[in-house]
DNA sequence: TGCATTCTACCGAGCGGTCGGTAAAACTCA
DNA sequence: TGAGTTTTACCGACCGCTCGGTAGAATGCA
């Protein structure tokens, strides 16, 4: 996730169940959790603290506040994406097998690991101007490569006719949705929605 | 210590030419633009007030409380796609020409009063219990509504092959994944983006 | 005058964040 | 090896501030 202290043996007290690897990585996960339930602004340091049970003075040992806190999740969810998404279908030459690999990739992420890249595309109000401003750049990059695969399919005749800009728009709604209503160990498996939204996105963008 | 009483000196300052008695419901239209704009815990009641040219104080003569004030905008907006998606659209038969005017006047009323549909969708959350119940309720009888005229399409074999709940999801992301993105006097107009995203649905939703 | 409207002045709660302090683990080095 | 020292990991108490909300006086209008 980000960077952590040395690998130190902790047993205090009660819990400290081994099992993770490192305490700050794991209040990060959680906090992602929470706040992509209840929000940003609704959920205090002291809800996170518990959480995790600390204080929330303990809290802030591990972390230096609230905005960077937020920003690290935020940093974390646009890498995942990166390695997870663009780096991958970067090397898809085809490309309708390229968009269909990035809608994938991007929506089984959002069922895997929802907190973090759900945050990412719902709670940049949060950041300062130019954490935001950093956070926003890449995003842009990102539909910029979507839409670049999308005017090729439009050159050799295999998009439905429509306006690219749009397009692209309505691809990423389709993803993103996803974060509004899967959780995990529900009715669908990630898989199986990754597919699904795939198969959606593909018949609305080619050529009947 | 110091003297800290001010001078009594005050004026009147002239009300606004509205009728006193649409007050009320300029204030909740301002609230809702506000609240779309920042998000409802990061907007505080004062800068509402100041919006409207009153103090907070002022503001509760109008207003009896800021959860309140949510649930109004939201009953406004839920009664709002009631009327003006749900009830004119039950009236088609043709299931396909139903479908698509679901998703383009949904995304047209999107764009034309997006401050309390956007809410109606993101902010349940600063609900009470009780109102909150109310809403997802309604919620649930609209998505019926359109999984419904899926399945008739599916007996009528113009379904292309999929799940009929994941793709009723997906059509529901499309359609408020516009809210996202869309700000008047850009670079589209409403009805372009509503025609644009119906096409989109439509495109995947039929048999190619 | 009486009523509707809007003000000033204030409250308690909860927020993000800090401070001083400390038990126990880890690190020296004779 | 073990006494002395430093570091890690945390807590209780508290601070300044803003929040939603209120009491009651002041004002404008019929």
Redesign the interface.
Known sequence: MLETKKPVKRYRKKRAESSSDDRAADIYRVAAELIRE??F??TSMSEIAQAVNLTKAGLYYYVPGKEELLNGIVRYGMETIEHGVVVPCQAIEDPAQRLREVVRRHTLLLTQIGGAITIL?DEI?GLSPKHRRAIVAKKRSYLEFVRETLEILKLRGLL?E??V???S??I???????A??YRPGG??EGA??AD??A???M???LK?
């Open positions: 209840k929000g602004d609704a595309t109000n439905r429509c306006t800009g749009l397009l728009m309505n990423f709604s389709a993803i993103l949705g996803v509004r209503w009715q669908f199986e929605v699904e939204v198969d959606f996105v018949a609305a963008v009947a």
